[in-house]
């Protein structure tokens, strides 16, 4: 009985070591791969940021912010004074233009191949650039208007596909936090401000 008993005894023990054992040494890996992804993620911040001095989204995207608003702002400050429905429907009117532009005229890919060729990274990394909002300023003592926010019941033609945005560019299907390497809050300034 006590030979049974101490069997019994040493087999829960070695079961026990054995799960904890499994879970460390599982622990580690994840600490791992999480610091691999955080260099990862930092490496590729610091090349992105590296890659737009001075621009937009990507090389040539500002360009393209600055031209559809800058045509755009004396009829949006209008409607926004005179009408709200009009100034809504005006905004998504102006919303599309400017993110199927982005959308056209992306060199996103090249800019994140490069990267990923450069730093020796995984060619199978996949990434994606996303639009979330933009708001503009008629007049400095009434604060930011919602030109498109991706939060927002608006009436664009181009719907949110995902928490982050409507996508300007990229494959990665499953968008989160972890994943996710930069957001930035640019702004810019014309007759009128607006920042994105």
Do not use: C, W
Request: charged share 20%; no cysteine; proline share 3%.
């Amino acid at each position: 009985m006590k030979d049974r008993l101490y069997k019994s005894v040493v087999l829960i023990s070695f079961l026990i070591l054995l799960f904890v054992q499994l879970r460390l040494t599982y622990n580690t890996y994840v600490l791992r791969d999480r610091d691999y992804r955080i260099q990862d993620k930092t490496l590729i911040n610091d090349e992105y940021g590296r890659s737009i001095p001075d621009d937009k989204l990507y090389q040539g995207g500002g360009k393209i912010i600055d031209s559809i608003l800058s045509r755009n702002m004396p009829g949006l400050k209008s409607a926004y004074e005179s009408n709200d429905r009009n100034f809504k429907a005006l905004a998504a009117k102006v919303s599309d233009t400017l993110i199927l532009h982005l959308k056209a005229q992306s060199s996103m890919d090249s800019i994140f191949k490069s990267i990923v060729k450069r730093n020796g990274l995984d060619p199978k990394l996949q990434y994606l650039l996303t639009f979330e909002s933009i708001e503009i300023n008629f007049n400095k003592n009434k604060g930011n208007v919602f030109l498109f926010n991706h939060k927002s019941n608006n009436q664009t033609l181009l719907p949110s596909a995902n928490p982050f945005g409507v996508i300007i560019d990229g494959t990665l299907a499953f968008p989160n936090l972890q994943n996710r390497v930069t957001n930035l809050s640019v702004s810019g300034t014309l007759l009128y401000d607006y920042r994105t």
